[in-house]
């Protein structure tokens, strides 16, 4: 029988920490792509220099992002209904095997130029530092207050809920440019996370066992090139999805009674989940395989051209911050325990709508504005001036 995972300790949720490139993606320093422009009308062409090519979103990485985030909201959901129901424990168990290895992949592929300089230490701080220490705080503040658990402490050191990923991006964005000097890094990324799935002295600190048994899946971000998403977009690749995921299904409906959760999450040793240091090995080396199988199943699937819920990909990091007040805040006020008819077929159909237009409407323009005080704040005062370039 599957034990369900602790609110505040196995939650996975990638933000939407870079942008997406262009249709033939390149390394852009974070990854920050602006959408194209059109030059200022009351300039002089004969006098002004001429313009930079306008550089422009990629809608496939934002079809992406946007249909990920859904897919986490939705599964987060499911997590308080599901265990009456044993086909919702197959649906669960097959996103949460691709949906992190997926935004930790894209992450990696957006990280390829980072170099440490001043601009690009400045956007990490920006965008990843500052909302972690806020968002740590809120969601302590909300478990101990909304949820009663007095004995909740602000501690920076042990990740909340969703908040475990920006120390997982911040650790592995830092050390991009060590893995882009190694000649072999990902046979060296998947060893490291060998070490960790049988290394139970690990400990919760920063959450470093998710931060290195993910480790891979960044790394191999970092490996890919544009014409490798090409490969995953041909039309065979998208036919041959279909079958793969009604496999996938298939499969995790009958593992659903005879696994533990535990291994989806990549947050416990081998040990720690009663099992022998052999096992994890075996187990992890097959997650591995699994995770990047449907990772390019789903990557496959994922419409190229603009669609209307494309724009909503640029925001996908306020729905990662926010949907999680909600699907906690839920679970704090006895939503789930007051109405028992959630756990049926159409009470789970609910679940699953709500969760998605809920994190739709975070993911809006609005929303993303609102919140750029804490997403994407302005930090020039804190930082030294770059010296002038030619």
């Given amino acids: 029988m599957f034990s369900a995972p602790s609110a505040f300790q196995r939650a996975a949720v990638p933000p939407d920490s870079q942008e997406p490139e262009s249709r033939h993606p390149r390394p852009t320093g974070e990854g920050a792509v602006a959408t194209a422009t059109a030059p200022d009308r009351a300039s002089d062409p004969s006098t002004d220099p001429a313009p930079a090519p306008a550089k422009h979103r990629d809608a496939w990485f934002d079809n992406v992002k946007y249909l990920a985030i859904v897919l986490v909201a939705v599964a987060h959901a499911w997590e308080p209904v599901m265990d009456d129901s044993r086909a919702t424990r197959a649906l669960y168990m097959v ?97 490291i996370g060998l070490l960790a799935v049988t290394t139970p002295e690990i400990g919760d600190d920063l959450d470093l066992q998710r931060v290195l048994q993910f480790l891979p899946f960044f790394v191999l971000g970092l490996v890919l090139r544009p014409e490798h998403f090409e490969l995953v977009r041909r039309r065979e690749v998208r036919v041959l999805a279909v079958p793969l995921f009604a496999g996938a299904l298939a499969l995790a409906y009958w593992l659903a009674p005879r696994t533990q959760l535990g291994w989806l999450y990549h947050s416990s040793s081998a040990q720690e989940l009663d099992a022998p240091w052999w096992s994890g090995v075996v187990i992890y080396l ?81 929303v993303r504005r609102a919140l750029r005080f804490a997403t994407e704040p302005n930090l020039d005062r804190m930082f030294r001036r770059e010296p002038a370039r030619r």
């Fill in 95 to 191: 996103v949460y095997a691709f949906h992190m290895p997926a935004f930790i992949l894209v992450s990696g592929y957006f990280s390829r130029s980072f170099d440490m300089s001043p601009r690009k230490v400045k956007r990490l701080v920006s965008t990843v530092v500052v909302p972690y220490v806020l968002f740590e705080t809120a969601y302590s503040l909300f478990r101990r207050y909304a949820g009663g658990y007095d004995d909740t402490p602000i501690s920076l050191l042990d990740p909340l809920f969703l908040t475990w990923f920006l120390v997982a991006l911040f650790i592995w964005r830092v050390t991009t440019p060590l893995w882009r000097s190694l000649r072999h890094p990902l046979p060296i990324a998947v060893a």
């Fill in 286 to 366: 097959a997650m591995l395989a699994c995770a990047l199988v449907l990772t390019i199943g789903f990557l496959a699937l994922t419409p190229r051209r603009p669609l209307w819920f494309t724009v909503l990909g640029a925001g996908t990091i306020c729905g990662y911050l926010l949907h999680g007040f909600l699907v906690k805040g839920a679970g704090y006020f006895g939503l789930f325990d007051r109405y028992p008819w959630l756990s049926n077929p159409v009470g789970l159909v609910v679940v699953s709508v709500v969760a998605a237009a809920a994190v739709t409407l975070l993911c809006t323009p609005p």
